[in-house]
């Protein structure tokens, strides 16, 4: 099956992505996908742009896209990924905390586009995880999402997942197509182990006739898995529900955090403009830290503690505001991780 190209601009800098099925069924994917946002998540979209008047960078009264890290621990050690050096203290996060975020984001639910279940780590390993996101999604959260190794989803663990659909969308990282290739990125992980469970996954998704979560099947574009594509396509097509999709993701360097491993980087930004992450994105740690981009895993740029005070005053706090001046004043060489950073968007 031929592949649809898509480009896609982050600033000046081309990501390129691919996702499957071209034309006229493509179009049919999209549609499908917007029918399953529901009609609150609709007038999300439609508020949003009330409120900024054509303007990208008015401030509104929350933020769009929230990344809630419910832990930092991982049990792999990928090649491309930041978490190995990461220095701060792991842990998981603890009930309280996270039903005060979510009561928090419940409240302000219209102008939030999505709410990401994990940071740096693997989710998965939260024994909560499931009934984390049962109580986000019961809440009213709009397109809950979360990314995960998949080395723990058993056929226990994806079957409570579909049923209770709290998810929109599963994304499930693998990065190649043969077990050589996947071994050497995913250090820890076992191909076969990881097939299985996708897999299985996949297939009780489709036999408890199931929409949600929309499972994305992600490998991330990097020399090693360049030339693995087509077979990694051909491998997992077949095993996909029309919402279901394959995303090949531009590997990245994590606000500079990490090598740049792209495989083309002949498309460099030639100016730079602040970046409207500032803008739009919440970042919250296991532990409650808060910080202005889900880039900065390291919490270098961090605000404040959400319990100290609620998200909405971290967002409009003096540190907040002042980082976003510093970035209008095209200052940002002044700020780590943003100085190395090469995912900044407008
Ligand atoms: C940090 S991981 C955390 C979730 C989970 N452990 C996983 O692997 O999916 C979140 C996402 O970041 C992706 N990722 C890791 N390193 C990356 C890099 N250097 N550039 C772009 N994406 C990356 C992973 O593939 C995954 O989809
Ligand atoms: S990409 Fe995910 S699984 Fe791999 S080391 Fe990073 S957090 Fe862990």
Redesign the pocket.
């Known amino acids: 099956m031929a592949l649809a190209t898509e480009r896609r601009t982050k600033g000046q800098v081309k990501v390129f992505s691919r996702t499957v099925e071209p034309g006229p069924v493509g179009v049919i994917q999209r549609i499908t996908a917007l029918a399953r946002r529901r009609p609150v998540e609709i007038a999300g979209v439609l508020a949003r742009r009330v409120l900024r008047r054509g303007d990208p960078f008015r401030l509104l009264p929350f933020p769009q896209a929230v990344h809630i890290e419910i832990t930092n621990h ?1 049990n ?1 050690k ?1 090649l ?4 190995g050096t990461m220095e701060r203290e792991k842990g998981f996060m603890d009930e309280s905390l996270f039903r005060s975020i979510i009561d928090e984001l419940a409240e302000h639910k219209l102008l939030l586009e999505n709410v990401a279940l ?6 998965l390993l939260h024994k909560d995880f499931e009934r984390f996101a049962k109580i986000a999604a019961d809440s009213g959260i709009p397109n809950l999402y ?4 998949a080395t723990l989803l058993s056929e226990e663990r994806s079957r409570r997942i579909i049923e209770d659909g709290s998810l929109n969308r599963l ?3 693998l ?1 190649g197509a043969s077990k050589e290739t996947f071994e050497k990125i995913r250090v820890g992980a076992n191909f076969d182990l990881i097939k299985e469970n996708v897999m299985r996954f996949l297939d009780l998704k489709r036999k408890l006739g199931k929409k949600r979560p929309q499972a994305t099947l ?1 490998i ?1 574009s990097m020399p090693e898995t360049e030339n693995e594509v087509d077979e990694f396509c051909r491998i997992w097509l077949p095993h996909l529900c029309p919402e279901d999709e394959i995303l090949i ?6 606000g500079g955090l ?1 090598d740049d ?1 792209r495989p083309n980087t002949e498309v460099e930004p030639e100016k730079r403009y602040a970046c409207r992450q500032l803008w739009k994105d919440f970042s919250i740690s296991w532990d409650g830290r808060a910080t202005v981009c889900c880039k900065d ?1 390291f919490y270098k740029l961090s605000v404040g503690r959400v319990g100290d005070s609620s998200l909405s005053a971290l967002w409009t706090s003096k540190k907040w505001e002042s980082i976003r001046r510093i970035h209008e004043q095209g200052q940002w060489g002044r700020l780590k991780p943003c100085n190395d950073c090469r995912e900044w968007y407008v």
């Open positions: 991982c792999l990928c491309m990924c930041p978490h994990m940071g740096l780590g693997e989710p979360a990314s995960t190794n994304i499930i990282s990065d992600q991330l993701k531009e590997v990245d360097t994590f990490v491993r895993v």
